[in-house]
């Protein structure tokens, strides 16, 4: 092959990897940042579920409150896959609700 055609090859993968590394970040780091909020929805929907239900009254809702009061299942990291610390909790204020993970 001569000169010219090695370099235009070149150019060329070099040019696909310098926009397909980028948006293939984006897509795995949106599609995670979904995953994140559906799980922390769960939680705060069984935390609401428990506080309206007069079970759980502190400002503090902890996972293990929730899974004692069988208001919540097991619930895991999606991306890691690890179960999140019981001593995490959803925060109340008023009528926000806020999820704290604890490590």
């Given amino acids: 092959m001569n ?6 090859i070149g150019t060329i ?4 990897l310098i926009i397909s590394i980028p948006t293939i970040y984006k897509v795995v780091k949106d599609h995670n940042e979904h995953l ?13 579920k428990c506080f309206y239900d007069n079970v759980c009254t502190n400002n503090e809702i902890t996972l293990k409150e929730l899974y004692d009061n069988k208001y919540l299942s097991q619930i895991s990291d999606p991306v890691t896959k690890e179960y999140y610390n019981e001593k995490s909790y959803v925060k109340r204020n008023d009528k926000s609700f806020q999820f704290v993970r604890v490590e």
């Fill in 3 to 8: 000169t010219n055609k090695i370099t235009i």
């Fill in 13 to 16: 993968i070099a040019i696909i």
């Fill in 36 to 48: 994140y909020l559906v799980v922390e929805e769960k939680i705060i929907e069984g935390a609401k």
